[in-house]
């Protein structure tokens, strides 16, 4: 075996490790809201998902991290699984969005199309509130937002793609 194989085997290997944080610190007793991500089912093989991917710079768990290790495995079926977290209220918060097409298999990803769009939310969550993320794909238009669930409102701001949102072949 070669140093590079080697090399980039462990660098995979590695990678496939990457630990995520709890969405709230140990030991917290203060006031809690809830944020749950969501998906557009596009049939057995695809969704379009939005989710919450890091908050204040953290990796915490999510959907579509979620939904690859529930497909893993099953061909080309998706099974897709929707997270739901709380997360400390009445702080500011910088919320780490991504929409994204997932597929069932990467194979499938590389065949059809994907849309993504990611950037950070900054907004105050209030206490026992109830927030979703949201957005929408299209070829003239893409966003993900976080709105509060009961009004429907949007909190902090959309991320907006004006043109298409649609990754390269080598971005997928």
Not at 11 to 31: E, F, K, Q, T, W
Not at 39 to 47: D, V
Request: charged share 25%; net charge positive.
């Amino acid at each position: 075996m070669s140093i590079r194989f080697v090399t980039v085997l462990s660098i995979l290997l590695l990678a496939g490790c990457a630990s995520v944080s709890p969405s709230i610190p140990d030991n917290y007793s203060g006031p809690c809201a809830t944020l749950k991500d969501s998906a557009l089912i596009r049939g057995r093989t695809k969704a379009d998902m939005f989710v919450a991917e890091t908050l204040n710079g953290e990796a915490i768990e999510n959907s579509i991290l979620q939904s690859k290790r529930a497909s893993a495995g099953r061909g080309f079926s998706l099974k897709t699984g929707i997270i739901e977290r709380q997360i400390v209220a009445g702080k500011p918060l910088r919320v780490g969005l991504k929409a994204r097409t997932v597929h069932a298999a990467p194979i499938l990803a590389l065949a059809g199309t994907v849309y993504q769009v990611t950037g950070e939310v900054e907004f105050t969550p209030q206490p026992d509130a109830k927030y979703v993320v949201r957005g929408k794909f299209s070829e003239d238009y893409s966003a993900i937002w976080i709105e509060d669930a009961a009004s429907k409102e949007v909190v902090g701001k959309k991320i907006e793609v004006n043109g298409s949102a649609k990754l390269g072949l080598l971005d997928k």
